[in-house]
């Protein structure tokens, strides 16, 4: 069974360049997170699909970053205009429903971000 | 609201002696709690859970923790490390209700001395 796509791994970029980053879920998995994690902490939720419904965008930054699932399968986050400090790795996970809260949830390598 | 403290940022062990991380969390609701282990440059990959089943739960690669309610504590154990197991660990809370949100902790480094 094949993981969770992302792409691409890393990214650098100029300061207010825009950048997008890409997520293939786990085959049937109707559930797909966003997470930022920086240096030395945990990932913390940005966005949360169940199919194409953002069910929980409370912490996305809606000024500069936007999401989209449009099919229910595959998602783009992107950033526009990017700052330095979104310098962080964007990880991208996906379940299966298996009760509120008990879901295991599958992530991706994630993608690396350097704003210069 | 929900929370999570990972205890130690970092824990050094020898290969072949045991293994603690400690996590308490803080929740409303009654819980769902996660150990995942991150290697680098690797996606984040499930050790256990506990879904108020067995308060003792055992995971994969010899990791197991136990869900204690009265200390709000759910520390993860290995009776012998070994040098694969040098990762990044988190603790992770969920909340069992329409929201099910995870709040992840700050993670501790596992080093594995030879």
């Known amino acids: 069974e094949a993981g969770v796509v992302q792409s691409p791994r890393y990214k650098i970029i100029e300061k207010k360049q825009p950048v997008a980053f890409w997520c293939n879920p786990i085959?049937?998995?109707?559930?797909l997170y966003w997470y930022l994690q920086n240096l030395g902490q945990g990932p913390e939720l940005l966005i949360r699909?169940?199919?194409?419904?953002?069910?929980?965008d409370s912490q996305l930054p809606k000024d500069r970053f936007s999401a989209e699932r449009l099919k229910g399968v595959d998602s783009t986050l992107k950033i526009q205009p990017a700052e330095l400090g979104d310098s962080a790795v964007y990880l991208c996970?996906?379940?299966?429903?298996?009760?509120?809260?008990?879901?295991?949830?599958?992530f991706g390598p994630g993608t690396r971000l350097t704003v210069l | 609201a929900q929370s999570v403290t990972q205890l130690d940022s970092h824990v050094s062990v020898s290969e072949g002696t045991p293994v603690l991380l400690r996590c308490n969390y803080s929740?409303?609701?009654?819980?769902?709690l996660f150990w995942y282990v991150q290697h680098p440059n690797k996606g984040l990959q499930l050790l256990l859970k506990?879904?108020?089943?067995?308060?003792l739960v055992k995971g994969i690669n010899g990791f197991e923790a136990e869900f204690k309610k009265s200390e709000t504590s759910f520390h993860l154990t290995k009776p012998s490390a070994h040098m694969s197991d040098a990762a990044e660990y988190f603790c992770?809370?969920?909340?069992?209700?329409?929201?099910?949100?995870?709040?992840f902790g700050d993670g501790t480094t596992l080093t594995v001395k030879p």
């Open positions: 929740s409303s609701y009654s819980p769902s």
């Open positions: 085959s049937g998995h109707n559930t």
């Open positions: 506990y879904t108020s089943a067995a308060t």
């Open positions: 996970a996906s379940s299966s429903p298996g009760g509120y809260g008990t879901d295991t949830q599958y």
């Open positions: 992770v809370v969920s909340d069992n209700t329409n929201a099910g949100k995870s709040t």
């Open positions: 699909y169940e199919n194409e419904e953002a069910v929980d």
